[in-house]
């Protein structure tokens, strides 16, 4: 039997499946990391400072629950927190979760948001309903962009979201033998997203449209938000997962390395108006090669998916995108 092609995308990792729901407006939604039957490990990091979650104590190394069944990165700030009741809804209706009792599961639902309220006050953000849609969505293949909880993503709020450029949603994976390393970024950052080589890819505009350089704006003093005087709502979010086998406390690990990644990246990152966090995630199936090669891959990985982030958002009118940019 031929092996089917490497897709490097998060279900790189055999198992795990995701699925978006965008609100029709294209300003908000949320996208659900599905576990295989039987749950995964898992564990995160936070690193910002203004984080939007639910469920985490299920993720300490010390807890009683040994695996989650999904997890849900959305929209909405803690509003949206509300669709992970759907992603549970879903789950329990197939018999997956925590038994306890022989009729009867607790799925296990750790979820995490951003901010992209908008500031007209409407009452826009994901629902139990939308978190059912996206696992109902879920599959291998994954939209990257403007999708799911990427489709509200704006990056270089710095001076005001009027500055601002789009952010969104990416994915990428790698293979090593048999180990899978694979992420998916969610970026909605107050900073900016560099490339490779240390320049910034989409962030905070200047005159012309020229890149700021938020992190030097900063630095020097610079007023923050612009107009508003007030945060405009921020937060990167990650999900790093592997077929390795790694206990909670290699996960816990291997989540502040995707943050590391991530923090060379984003400047700057983790900050007092960002909630950043980052999820990791096993399914056990395989032995790593080395204590540090799992950490190793994702080190590649977790750039790659926060690049394809910003490079695949389109723009709107009040935020270009790259894809508008390079598909020209």
Same mark, same amino acid.
């Given at each position: 039997?031929?092996?089917?092609?490497?897709?490097?995308?998060?279900?790189?990792?055999?198992?795990?499946?995701?699925?978006?729901?965008?609100?029709?407006?294209?300003?908000?939604?949320?996208?659900?990391?599905?576990?295989?039957?039987?749950?995964?490990?898992?564990?995160?990091?936070?690193?910002?400072?203004?984080?939007?979650?639910?469920?985490?104590?299920?993720?300490?190394?010390?807890?009683?629950?040994?695996?989650?069944?999904?997890?849900?990165?959305?929209?909405?700030?803690?509003?949206?927190?509300?669709?992970?009741?759907?992603?549970?809804?879903?789950?329990?209706?197939?018999?997956?979760?925590?038994?306890?009792?022989?009729?009867?599961?607790?799925?296990?639902?750790?979820?995490?948001?951003?901010?992209?309220?908008?500031?007209?006050?409407?009452?826009?953000?994901?629902?139990? !309903?939308?978190? =059912? *849609? /996206?696992?109902? @969505?879920?599959?291998?293949?994954?939209?990257?962009?403007? %999708?799911? +909880?990427? #489709? &509200?993503?704006?990056?270089?709020?710095?001076?005001?979201?009027?500055?601002?450029?789009?952010?969104?949603?990416?994915?990428?994976?790698?293979?090593?033998?048999?180990?899978?390393?694979?992420?998916?970024?969610?970026?909605?950052?107050?900073?900016?997203?560099?490339?490779?080589?240390?320049?910034?890819?989409?962030?905070?505009?200047?005159?012309?449209?020229?890149?700021?350089?938020?992190?030097?704006?900063?630095?020097?003093?610079?007023?923050?938000?612009?107009?508003?005087?007030?945060?405009?709502?921020?937060?990167?979010?990650?999900?790093?997962?592997?077929?390795?086998?790694?206990?909670?406390?290699?996960?816990?690990?291997?989540?502040?390395?995707?943050?590391?990644?991530?923090?060379?990246?984003?400047?700057?990152?983790?900050?007092?108006?960002?909630? !950043?966090?980052? =999820? *990791? /995630?096993?399914? @056990?199936?395989?032995?790593?090669?080395?204590?540090?090669? %799992?950490? +190793?891959? #994702? &080190?590649?990985?977790?750039?790659?998916?926060?690049?394809?982030?910003?490079?695949?958002?389109?723009?709107?009118?009040?935020?270009?995108?790259?894809?508008?940019?390079?598909?020209?």
């Amino acid at each position: 039997m031929s092996t089917p092609p490497f897709t490097p995308a998060l279900p790189a990792v055999t198992g795990i499946t995701v699925g978006h729901w965008t609100h029709a407006s294209g300003g908000t939604g949320c996208t659900v990391v599905l576990a295989p039957h039987g749950g995964m490990r898992a564990a995160a990091a936070i690193r910002g400072r203004a984080t939007g979650t639910r469920e985490f104590d299920a993720l300490t190394a010390r807890h009683l629950v040994p695996h989650v069944d999904a997890l849900l990165l959305t929209g909405g700030s803690a509003y949206g927190l509300g669709a992970a009741d759907g992603v549970m809804r879903w789950l329990r209706e197939r018999g997956r979760g925590l038994p306890v009792s022989p009729a009867q599961v607790v799925p296990i639902v750790p979820a995490a948001v951003i901010f992209d309220l908008p500031a007209d006050g409407s009452a826009r953000w994901p629902r139990a !309903d939308d978190g =059912f *849609a /996206a696992c109902e @969505a879920a599959g291998a293949g994954v939209a990257e962009g403007s %999708v799911g +909880a990427g #489709a &509200g993503a704006t990056v270089g709020k710095v001076t005001g979201l009027e500055h601002a450029m789009k952010g969104g949603l990416g994915t990428w994976a790698a293979r090593a033998g048999d180990v899978v390393v694979a992420a998916l970024v969610v970026v909605n950052a107050l900073g900016d997203v560099r490339d490779a080589r240390g320049e910034i890819l989409a962030g905070a505009r200047g005159e012309g449209g020229r890149p700021r350089d938020a992190q030097a704006y900063l630095a020097a003093g610079g007023p923050l938000f612009g107009r508003m005087a007030q945060a405009t709502g921020n937060t990167t979010l990650a999900v790093v997962a592997t077929n390795a086998r790694l206990d909670r406390v290699g996960l816990e690990e291997l989540a502040r390395v995707g943050n590391d990644s991530l923090a060379r990246r984003i400047t700057p990152y983790g900050t007092l108006f960002d909630g !950043d966090v980052c =999820f *990791a /995630a096993s399914t @056990a199936q395989v032995d790593a090669a080395s204590l540090l090669q %799992v950490e +190793a891959l #994702a &080190g590649q990985v977790v750039p790659m998916a926060l690049e394809r982030a910003v490079r695949l958002a389109r723009g709107t009118p009040a935020a270009p995108g790259l894809a508008d940019r390079e598909n020209r």
